[in-house]
């Protein structure tokens, strides 16, 4: 979100940008994994400002998450959404991609890019070993390596027409408006 922030309030300069947001101490992040559920209220005593942004995901999680959605969304100054798509790397264009791995790459919004790209990968590199032949949990290690360099180099290698496309109802930029009003409430 940091990296695609920049580059939104280069275009967009009321959007925040959340990189310098968070260098002035104006914001704290904090990735979280594991089930949201431990997240609802953790942070609660502390009464600031919450903005809270899940994956979409698939059933049966996608309708359990949107239950702690509502959750958080009752409480004051908190905000939390769920992406319409599976995850934030289905925002990333699969040019975005190309450029990072040189691969091509389609995808839909409920796709598991990480996943995908990481299959793709490991079978660029290994013709005499296949991605199913991997234990479940070398294919996790994989999957997340790659959705980690998806979500770094990757969106670097985005472009304003490029999140467009892949965002045309400006999904992201309603979720910064957000961050930004709730940030001038603090």
């Not at 070993?129 to 979500?151: D, E, P």
């Amino acid at each position: 979100m940091t990296r695609i922030s920049t580059l939104l309030h280069s275009a967009h300069p009321t959007l925040p940008d959340l990189a310098a947001m968070e260098r002035d101490q104006e914001l704290i992040f904090l990735p979280i994994g594991g089930h949201p559920r431990a997240w609802l209220r953790r942070l609660a005593p502390l009464q600031l400002s919450e903005f809270h942004l899940y994956d979409g995901e698939m059933s049966p999680e996608r309708e359990q998450r949107i239950e702690f959605v509502a959750q958080i969304n009752q409480r004051i100054r908190c905000h939390a959404v769920l992406t319409r798509k599976r995850s934030l790397e289905n925002y990333l264009h699969p040019r975005a991609i190309q450029a990072v791995a040189n691969i091509t790459l389609g995808f839909g919004d409920h796709d598991c890019v990480a996943s995908d790209v990481a299959r793709r990968i490991f079978d660029s590199r290994h013709a005499d070993y296949s991605w199913k032949q991997l234990t479940r949990r070398i294919r996790v290690r994989l999957r997340n390596r790659a959705k980690h360099w998806l979500n770094t180099s990757a969106v670097e290698s985005m472009t304003i027409p490029l999140l467009q496309e892949r965002d045309p109802d400006g999904e992201i930029i309603s979720w910064l408006e957000t961050i930004g009003q709730l940030a001038e409430t603090a």
